[in-house]
């Protein structure tokens, strides 16, 4: 049980010991500053709906004055998940079209390999297999 325990401390201070983020991998002054900007964000944006409401409070009724602070909320809380949605659509299709160009691309592979290799391979069948096996190998060994 001791070796598993040290190895697992091992592994917990690397992680707090590293620059990395370990969710993201992003670094960790990088995560620290974007949470400080969302803070400061989300500080700004309080006061600038108070801000609103006191305006409003001057100009109309308490009431109306509330009503129009939450339908200003209300309005940006719309106008940002319209803004979402279309920055995900925007990426789902540079996603599909990345994924089309690389589908042409190894067809194209696939289909000048077939021109090349095809005839060789139908002819010597057991050959190509041996061959495919040992490269395959090969090539494992060398990743792993």
């Known amino acids: 049980m001791t070796p598993y325990?040290?190895?697992?401390?091992k592994l917990l201070i690397d992680r707090i010991v590293s620059n990395k983020f370990p969710i993201t991998r992003k670094s960790k002054v990088n995560i620290g500053l974007l949470a400080l900007s969302c803070f400061f964000f989300i500080v700004g944006t309080g006061?600038?709906?108070?801000?609103?409401?006191?305006?409003?409070?001057?100009?109309?009724?308490?009431?109306l004055a509330a009503a129009l602070t939450g339908l200003v909320c209300f309005s940006l809380c719309v106008l940002s998940l319209v803004i979402l949605a279309v920055l995900a659509?925007?990426?789902?299709?540079?996603i599909e079209k990345n994924t089309q160009e690389?589908?042409?691309?190894?067809?194209?592979?696939?289909?000048?390999?077939?021109?090349?290799?095809?005839?060789p391979i139908q002819e010597n069948p057991k050959t190509a297999v041996a061959l495919a096996t040992a490269l395959g190998l090969a090539v494992g060994n060398r990743i792993l």
């Open 5 to 9: 325990i040290k190895v697992a401390e």
């Open 47 to 63: 006061f600038l709906i108070y801000a609103a409401h006191i305006w409003f409070g001057n100009n109309f009724e308490p009431e």
């Open 89 to 94: 659509h925007y990426r789902r299709s540079e």
């Open 102 to 119: 690389t589908i042409q691309q190894i067809q194209g592979f696939i289909d000048t390999a077939n021109d090349e290799f095809g005839e």
